[in-house]
């Protein structure tokens, strides 16, 4: 039974045995309602109705068939949320093969990672950023049959063709073969070394995370006919919050609309005029602060007043009780209040917030503004979503309850564990990680939080990259140390091993005695490389002549560091300086470090680290016009870094 006064336009999603499952159903019973806006020719908003959408969709599943993609296949699709990328994640599930969606953005080395780990049937690229990286992949993966790429002449069209002469029935009869436990998504983990570990995610996992979205956040849509909500979505397809919402949508028959990184949100928000909103907190925080400086601009009293309006919004949103004075004192700053919701299109009812938390004091300015906004946290595993405030039962601040039918709880060091019909049933092809973060029925999150006496869910930050305690390691190797993450020096050990500081994994197996050994200066060159190698890092210098153990400074590779704020969900506007301290990035770089360990022995592995916020460059000295490192002057220019990885046995590990 649907939660008291839930809006009741959406599919039951347990009548439905697959994702593909919902666009016939929505097709057959309602065509002409519109259920996806698209970019049109001229870059305008064009909508779609369900009976086009399932055309489209079925006419790229023939083309899947028509290629081979097969039962069971597995499909990498690289773009941003476009709507091509809806079309081609539907037509995968219609074969009942299995998406594993990487964003655009994302590195040749790591797709190349996954092609090898997934072994995929077939590789759709959005552009040529990682052509190369497919084309190798082509030649080392047998099982990889095609290789698409959308920004040519023929677009969409190449995937269609090879199914042009098939009958659509071949679609159906395929779709009608899919279960609930048949697997829908790989979800890997982004920015980290190596590819991660794929999360498995059935189309039940899907389907009943998304129905359970739906049932929390659709009282906000009560009164309202199917094709007439509408949500305009700012995060990457990718993402598994991003996923989760898209089937959300599908279900619930709410018309949605993705965006692109780069796309400009103001403007969207004004031509799109959405009903529902779904972003990170940085963007909202980020409309926020440019309301806040156009008061400034036009005046000291508006700024004041705009400082006013903003504090009897979260003293109201506060109050339990709301009387008349409270509903006079704000009705003065109306005009302060419409501002903002024009600013949001002029439409929303409702903001949907995942991600990063986002403070309280936001959380209350905006509803008690007059802009309902939840937050929702979750995990890939966990099907995306775990935990959800609703319009009718929200705690500022918090992530709310768990959703229907999801249990959550804390466990050792403030981790959550949850279960629930959403939780995935493992990692691909690695049963040992999967019975690590599945203890019992009950999956361990890598979240910290706390939940309240009322059960209200506080998402607090990662504990590890994956729910699995296990190290995030290439198939076969042993474990890669994690490490803790401080300013400074950071520590490149892994946390449990037992013997003494280096790489945390069993030395590598040495050479037959024939073969010639390399130098140490060319075991550390190779590890210089190696740590390059991670798209993060834009430099990497080891220190370890004249010293009692081996250390390093690494520097961030700029053009890495916007895509990692996206997906980390940090404020664009976070300094560089703020970014190399991050607790989340430090994790990633020690990652890197513990992989590239595993290469040398023990005396040469790097036992703490130093990351840089900007690179060394020709104009400062550092990097000779070769592009070779000035080591001598990089020793001289941070010296006082260098100094303090070697202060005391402690000092890497603080």
């Known amino acids: 039974m649907r939660e008291s006064g839930a809006w ?111 072994r995929p049937a077939a590789v759709v690229l959005q552009d040529g950023r990682q052509a190369d990286a497919a084309a190798a992949a082509s030649r080392e993966v047998p099982d990889l049959g095609r290789v698409w790429r959308l920004d040519g002449p023929e677009g969409l069209e190449a995937v269609t063709r090879p199914g042009a002469y098939m009958d659509s029935s071949s679609v159906r009869f395929r779709m009608e073969e899919v279960v609930r436990e048949d697997p829908a998504v790989i979800a890997y983990p982004a920015s980290v070394a190596g590819p991660g570990r794929g999360a498995v995610l059935t189309h039940g996992n899907r389907l009943d995370a998304a129905d359970a979205l739906v049932r929390r956040l659709s009282p906000a849509l009560a009164g309202m006919e199917p094709g007439e909500a509408s949500a305009l979505m700012r995060l990457p397809l990718a993402d598994h919050f991003g996923q989760a919402a898209l ?192 203890r019992d029925g009950w999956l361990a999150t890598g979240v910290s939080g706390e939940v309240d006496g009322d059960g209200y869910v506080t998402v607090q930050g990662r504990l590890r990259v994956q729910a699995c305690a296990a190290p995030v390691r290439p198939r076969g190797a042993e474990a890669a140390p994690g490490g803790a993450a401080a300013q400074g020096a950071h520590d490149a050990r892994d946390p449990r091993a037992d013997g003494p500081a280096g790489a945390g994994a069993a030395e590598p197996e040495r050479p037959a005695a024939a073969a010639p050994q390399p130098s140490p200066e060319e075991l550390v060159a190779d590890l210089e490389r190696r740590l390059r190698s991670h798209s993060l890092v834009g430099q990497a210098m080891v220190i370890g002549r004249g010293r009692p153990y081996c250390t390093a400074l690494v520097t961030l590779a700029s053009d890495q560091l916007e895509y990692w704020r996206l997906v980390n969900n940090r404020p664009l506007s976070t300094p560089p300086e703020e970014i190399a301290s991050d607790p989340e990035l430090l994790r990633e770089i020690s990652a890197a470090v513990g992989e590239a360990n595993q290469a040398v022995p023990p005396q040469l592995a790097v036992r703490a680290f130093h990351v840089l916020a900007e690179e060394f460059t020709v104009q400062s000295g550092l990097v000779l016009p070769g592009g070779e490192l000035c080591r001598d002057a990089v020793l001289r220019a941070f010296a006082d870094e260098i100094e303090g990885l070697y202060r005391s046995p402690e000092s890497h590990s603080r």
């Open 8 to 118: 009741q336009g959406a599919v039951p999603a347990g009548t439905l045995n697959g994702l593909a499952g919902v666009l016939y159903r929505n097709a057959e019973d309602l065509p002409a309602a519109e259920v996806v806006s698209r970019r049109g020719p001229d870059g305008s908003w064009e909508r779609v109705t369900s009976a086009r959408l399932l055309s489209e969709v079925t006419a790229v599943a023939k083309g899947l068939i028509g290629a081979g993609v097969g039962v069971g296949d597995r499909v990498v699709l690289v773009g941003d949320a476009r709507y091509d990328q809806v079309l081609l994640q539907f037509a995968v599930w219609a074969v009942r093969a299995v998406a594993v969606p990487l964003p655009a953005a994302c590195s040749p080395k790591r797709l190349l990672a996954v092609v090898r780990d997934c």
């Open 247 to 438: 089937a959300a949508c599908m279900v619930a028959r709410v018309r949605l609309g993705v965006l692109e990184p780069r796309a400009d949100l103001p403007g969207e928000l004004r031509t799109f005029k959405p009903t529902v909103l779904v972003a990170g907190p940085e963007l909202l925080e980020r409309l926020y602060r440019a309301e806040s400086d156009k008061a400034r601009q036009t005046g000291w009293d508006n700024h004041n007043a705009f400082g006013a309006a903003t504090e009897l919004a979260v003293d109201f949103d506060k109050a339990g009780r709301k009387g008349a004075w409270r509903r006079v004192s704000k009705a003065m700053y109306e005009w302060m209040y419409t501002r903002i919701r024009e600013a949001l299109g002029g439409r929303v009812k409702l903001l949907v917030v995942a991600g990063a938390p986002m403070g309280a004091r936001m959380d209350h300015f905006f509803n008690g503004a007059g802009v309902p906004l939840v937050q929702v946290g979750g995990t890939a595993e966990s099907g995306g979503a775990f935990c959800a405030n609703g319009p009718e039962d929200r705690r500022a601040g918090t992530h709310g309850r768990a959703v229907e039918g999801t249990e959550v709880r804390p466990g050792p060091g403030g981790e959550l564990f949850v279960r629930g019909p959403g939780v995935f049933p493992g990692y691909w092809n690695d049963p040992d990680a999967s019975r690590e973060a599945l």
